[in-house]
């Protein structure tokens, strides 16, 4: 049914027209109604339609993510089975943690993380990722192509920080890998995509299931079409459990970027989440403070809302780690990542400031990923 659904232009066309309408429209037939509850992909942005659908001979060939889909716990995306270049296994008690890797068609991985929730992670990791496109290395002799993996498996928000939730679900390719959903020149993937669009039901599994979903989101994603990219920057849950565990254990991070606040609480945590990436091998490129200060607009003085941003920088001197820079509190940020416009993005003078930080700490990340040694190590996916 979704294969035929996907085939017949008349009826993606009418569905692409129907998902446009406001929500008080009336009622829709009881075909638009299930094809708006499987969310095909209405083009949103021309560089998303552009990359993402190609020729009616290439939608053709890929399939429909949940038409043969097992759900189980050991397939908690329900993406049907590949034989060659299968995920990891889970390894058994005795096996002891399996290898790290690459990723199949990536160069490098860049995780933003730390130990508490609400402190900008996923705002920071979007921006970011535009941020290392705007800053490319000359040296690559073109732009650099940047993906944005959503990590967060109980509170996905790329779909929506990136302007993709109502992209519908991503395709599959021949292999039975994930298509990566493309907005504002970044290809990005997130189990948000993937569940069904009910914000009342949170997604409830643990341990293995979590640690399954996070191997298909490492593994099944094919970063590789149209060239490799140069970077994947990995929005992280709040907290150190089984996700940033998994992650550790499984892939060669080149670095993570811990964001924290100025508050006493959130640096706590910001060690904490330092302290559990050293544990597992990754290492920290810096720090970034967010949220550390804001200009009301009747004066000049930056008014640091949640503390003093010198025990912040103390901390991570304390720390040894650099402090890679520092995110104004602006509402530009908060309602663009609503409006699915990161600031990166915008041009308004109140972003500026944000702009020139994030780029800065851009720029930050390209030299430590320059310097960096390449692992020796194989890839999968
Ligand atoms: N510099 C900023 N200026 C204004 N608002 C911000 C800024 N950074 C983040 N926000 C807002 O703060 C809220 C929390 O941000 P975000 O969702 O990125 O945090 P998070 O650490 O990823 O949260 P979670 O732990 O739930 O994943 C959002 O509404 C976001 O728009
Ligand atoms: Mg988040
Ligand atoms: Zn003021």
Redesign the pocket.
């Given at each position: 049914m979704h294969a035929a659904l996907q085939r017949t232009p008349a009826l993606s066309t009418l569905v692409a027209r129907v998902s446009q309408q406001p929500l008080s429209a009336p009622r829709a037939t009881a075909a638009c109604a299930l094809a708006l509850r499987h969310r095909p992909a209405a083009p949103i942005n021309p560089t998303w339609s552009s990359s993402a659908s190609t020729s009616q001979q290439r939608q053709q060939q890929r399939r429909r993510l949940h038409s043969s889909a097992t759900l189980r716990h050991e397939n908690p995306l329900g993406i049907p089975k590949r034989e060659a270049n299968p995920a990891p296994r889970i390894p058994r008690r005795a096996a002891g943690p399996p290898q790290k890797s690459g990723i199949r068609g990536v160069n490098h991985v860049v995780v933003v993380a730390?130990g508490k929730?609400?402190?900008?992670?996923?705002?920071?990791a979007a921006n970011l990722a535009l941020a290392l496109a705007k800053t490319s290395p000359e040296a690559l002799g073109r732009p650099a192509r940047i993906g944005l993996l959503d990590l967060?498996i109980f509170?996905p928000?790329v779909p929506l920080l990136m302007g993709l939730d109502r992209a519908g679900e991503p395709e599959m390719n021949d292999a039975n890998k994930l298509i990566p959903l493309q907005n504002h020149g970044i290809k990005t993937m997130s189990i948000g995509y993937l569940l069904p669009p009910d914000p009342n039901q949170p997604v409830v599994w643990r341990g293995l299931m979590v640690q399954k979903a996070v191997q298909q989101l490492l593994f099944d994603v094919d970063w590789a079409q149209g060239g490799d990219l140069d970077a994947l920057v990995i929005?992280m849950?709040?907290g150190t459990g089984d996700v940033q565990l998994s992650l550790g254990q499984l892939v060669v991070v080149d670095g993570a970027v811990i964001?924290s606040t100025p508050q006493d609480v959130a640096l706590i945590d910001a060690r904490k989440g330092v302290a559990m990436f050293q544990k597992v091998g990754v290492p920290i490129i810096g720090l970034l403070l967010?949220?550390s200060h804001f200009k009301c607009g009747s004066c000049d003085t930056p008014h640091e809302l949640f503390g003093s941003s010198d025990k912040f920088t103390a901390a991570a001197s304390e720390l040894g780690l650099d402090v890679l820079g520092k995110?104004?509190?602006?509402?530009s940020?908060?309602d663009g990542?609503?409006a699915g416009r990161p600031v990166m993005v915008q041009s308004g003078a109140e972003g500026d400031e944000?702009r020139a930080a994030m780029s800065h700490v851009g720029d930050e990340v390209w030299q430590y990923l320059a310097k960096r040694p390449k692992a020796n190590v194989g890839v999968r996916g």
């Open positions: 730390s929730g609400g402190v900008g992670k996923s705002t920071v967060d509170g928000s929005d849950p709040p964001v967010n949220m995110v104004p509190l602006v509402t940020v908060s990542g609503d944000v």
